[in-house]
C-alpha cells in the first residue's frame, strides 16, 4: 500500500511537473527487471532552458503555425495590390469563314477579313471606392496579428510542456532516490538484526518483518521506476524523438520563495497575456468586418485605357493593323441586393457582441488562473515548512527507536514505522518543492511572462 503521501505525488504527476534531480544508481538492483534500471546521465543532457528550446524547435506545430501567419500576410499584400494599377495584355486571333462580299464596278468588296488580329494593352485604375478596398486592407492586417499571436500563444504552452515534463522527470528521480534511502537503511537493519539472530538474542521473526518492508519498498521503487519511464516517453514525444529514446535531463531545483504581490501580478496579466490580446484582435477583426460590410454598397468609380492594333478596318486596306486606343470613365452604384447587405449587418453586429462576451471571460479566467497559482505557492510554502519538521521528528524519532531496540527495551516494529515515517516525510519535503516550484512557474504563464529561452 502507498502512503498518502507518496499517493499525493502520484496524483500531482497527472497534473504538472517535479522536483530535483540526482544520477540515479548506476548498477543494476538485485531483484530488478533490467528495464526498470534507473536511468543514469550523460555529459549532453539536458537543462531545463535546452529542453525548453529542443521541444520549441523540433515541434510541427510551430511551422505549421508559422506558415498559417505567412499565408495571412500574403493575403494582406494581395489586399494592398488593390491600391495599384492593373495593366492586362491580350492577344486574339479569329478565322472567319465566310464573310460578306459584294461585287462593285468590277471588283469586289470584302467587309471583313477572313484572319483576324487584335492585340492590345489595357490599364485599369481603381480612382474612388469610399474606403472599400482601405476596409479590406485593415481586416487582413487584424488577421496577420491574429495568426502571429496564435505562434505566441502556441510557444508558450509547448514551453510550459516541456517544463512539467522536465520537473516530472526530476520529481521521480528524487523520489527513487528517497526510495533507494530507505531500502539501504533497511538493508542495514535487516543485517544488524541477523547479527542479533545469529548471536541468539533475538528472533527469526524480526528478520522475516524487515524482509517485507524492504520488498514492500522495492514496489513502490518499482512504480517510481515506471513513471520516469513513461516521463521520458513523454519528452520524446514533445521533441518528437522515437518513443524509445531516453532523453537525459539534468538539474537539482532549489527551493527559492519568492514575493508574490496580487494586485501587481493581477496588473501584469491583464497586460501582458496573449490571451488577452487574442481576443481583443477577434474583437478588432469584428469590428473592422462590420464597416467593410457598410461601405460594401458603396459606388465605385474607376478609369480604364486600353491602346493595342487590329485590322478589319475598310480603309485603306481590311487586312493593315492600324493603331487603336480606348479610354472608358465608369461608374458603379449597387442598386438592389435581395437585402443581402442588411443581413450581413446583423450578423456583423452577433459577431461583435461574441467577441466583447469572450474578452471578458478571458479576462476573468486570467484572473483566476493568477490566483490559483498564487494560492498553490502560499500553501506549497507551508507544506515545505511542515516537512522540514516532520523529518527532524522523524529522524529523531528512528534515532530513538533505534536505541531502545539495540538496548532490547523496544520492538523491531517501532524502528521500521520510523523508518517508513522519516521516508515519508522526505518525501512530502519532495513534493512540497515540486508544487512550489510548479506554483511558480503557472504564475509566470498565468501572468504573461516568457518562460522559453531568450
Known amino acids: 500500500m502507498f502512503s498518502r503521501y507518496q499517493l499525493a505525488g502520484f496524483a500531482g504527476l497527472s497534473l504538472l511537473g517535479g522536483l530535483l534531480t540526482q544520477p540515479a544508481l548506476a548498477q543494476n538492483q538485485p531483484g530488478i527487471p533490467a528495464a526498470a534500471q534507473p536511468i543514469g546521465l550523460v555529459s549532453d543532457s539536458l537543462t531545463l532552458g535546452g529542453t525548453v528550446q529542443a521541444v520549441l524547435d523540433a515541434n510541427p506545430s510551430i511551422t505549421n503555425l508559422t506558415e498559417l501567419s505567412n499565408a495571412a500576410t500574403s493575403r494582406l499584400s494581395q489586399t494592398r495590390a488593390g491600391f495599384l494599377p492593373q495593366v492586362t495584355g491580350t492577344a486574339t486571333y479569329t478565322r472567319i469563314d465566310p464573310v460578306v462580299k459584294l461585287p462593285f464596278n468590277g471588283e469586289t468588296l470584302q467587309f471583313a477579313p477572313n484572319n483576324n488580329y487584335d492585340f492590345h494593352l489595357t490599364a485599369q485604375y481603381l480612382l474612388l471606392d469610399f474606403g472599400k478596398n482601405d476596409a479590406t486592407v485593415r481586416v487582413s492586417e487584424s488577421q496577420v496579428e491574429t495568426a502571429q499571436d496564435n505562434i505566441t500563444v502556441a510557444r508558450r504552452d509547448l514551453a510550459f510542456n516541456a517544463a512539467q515534463v522536465y520537473y516530472n522527470i526530476l520529481f521521480m528521480r528524487e523520489s527513487i532516490r528517497?526510495?533507494?534511502?530507505?531500502?539501504?537503511?533497511?538493508?542495514?537493519?535487516?543485517?544488524?538484526?541477523?547479527?542479533?539472530?545469529?548471536?541468539?538474542?533475538?528472533?527469526?521473526?524480526?528478520?522475516?518483518?524487515?524482509?517485507?518492508?524492504?520488498?514492500?519498498?522495492?514496489?513502490?521503487?518499482?512504480?517510481?521506476?515506471?513513471?520516469?519511464?513513461?516521463?521520458?516517453?513523454?519528452?520524446?514525444?514533445?521533441?518528437?524523438?522515437?518513443?524509445?529514446?531516453?532523453?537525459?535531463?539534468?538539474?537539482?531545483?532549489?527551493?527559492?520563495?519568492?514575493?508574490?504581490?496580487l494586485e501587481a501580478e493581477l496588473t501584469r496579466a491583464a497586460e501582458n497575456r496573449p490571451e488577452v490580446k487574442l481576443a481583443k484582435d477577434a474583437?478588432?477583426?469584428?469590428?473592422?468586418?462590420?464597416?467593410?460590410?457598410?461601405?460594401?454598397?458603396?459606388?465605385?468609380?474607376?478609369?480604364?485605357?486600353?491602346?493595342?492594333?487590329?485590322?478589319?478596318?475598310?480603309?485603306?486596306?481590311?487586312?493593315?493593323?492600324?493603331?487603336?486606343?480606348?479610354?472608358?470613365?465608369?461608374?458603379?452604384?449597387?442598386?438592389?441586393?435581395?437585402?443581402?447587405?442588411?443581413?450581413?449587418?446583423?450578423?456583423?453586429?452577433?459577431?461583435?457582441?461574441?467577441?466583447?462576451?469572450?474578452?471578458?471571460?478571458?479576462?476573468?479566467?486570467?484572473?483566476?488562473?493568477?490566483?490559483?497559482?498564487?494560492?498553490?505557492?502560499?500553501?506549497?510554502?507551508?507544506?515545505?515548512?511542515?516537512?522540514?519538521?516532520?523529518?527532524?521528528?522523524?529522524?529523531?524519532?528512528?534515532?530513538?527507536?533505534?536505541?531502545r531496540y539495540r538496548y532490547g527495551v523496544g520492538q523491531n516494529l517501532d524502528v521500521l514505522d520510523a523508518e517508513t515515517q522519516l521516508a515519508q516525510s522526505r518525501l512530502a519535503l519532495a513534493q512540497a518543492m515540486y508544487n512550489y516550484t510548479l506554483g511558480q512557474y503557472q504564475l509566470k504563464r498565468a501572468t504573461g511572462e516568457q518562460i522559453w529561452p531568450k
Do not use: W
Open 283 to 403: 474583437e478588432n477583426t469584428a469590428n473592422l468586418q462590420a464597416k467593410l460590410i457598410e461601405k460594401s454598397n458603396l459606388p465605385s468609380l474607376g478609369a480604364g485605357v486600353q491602346v493595342g492594333g487590329k485590322n478589319g478596318y475598310i480603309l485603306p486596306d481590311i487586312n493593315t493593323i492600324r493603331l487603336n486606343e480606348a479610354a472608358v470613365l465608369q461608374l458603379s452604384v449597387p442598386i438592389y441586393d435581395g437585402g443581402r447587405n442588411r443581413k450581413q449587418r446583423v450578423e456583423a453586429a452577433a459577431t461583435i457582441r461574441g467577441a466583447q462576451a469572450r474578452t471578458a471571460d478571458t479576462q476573468e479566467q486570467i484572473r483566476a488562473d493568477v490566483r490559483q497559482a498564487a494560492n498553490n505557492m502560499e500553501f506549497s510554502q507551508a507544506r515545505y515548512a511542515n516537512a522540514q519538521q516532520q523529518i527532524a521528528q522523524a529522524t529523531d524519532a528512528l534515532t530513538r527507536a533505534e536505541g
Open 178 to 261: 528517497v526510495q533507494d534511502q530507505q531500502i539501504a537503511s533497511l538493508v542495514a537493519h535487516r543485517n544488524e538484526m541477523q547479527k542479533r539472530v545469529d548471536a541468539g538474542v533475538s528472533t527469526k521473526f524480526d528478520v522475516t518483518t524487515t524482509d517485507v518492508r524492504i520488498t514492500q519498498a522495492q514496489n513502490t521503487k518499482l512504480d517510481l521506476q515506471n513513471q520516469l519511464r513513461n516521463q521520458q516517453v513523454q519528452l520524446a514525444r514533445l521533441l518528437h524523438r522515437p518513443s524509445q529514446a531516453d532523453i537525459p535531463v539534468k538539474g537539482r531545483l532549489t527551493y527559492e520563495p519568492q514575493v508574490v504581490n
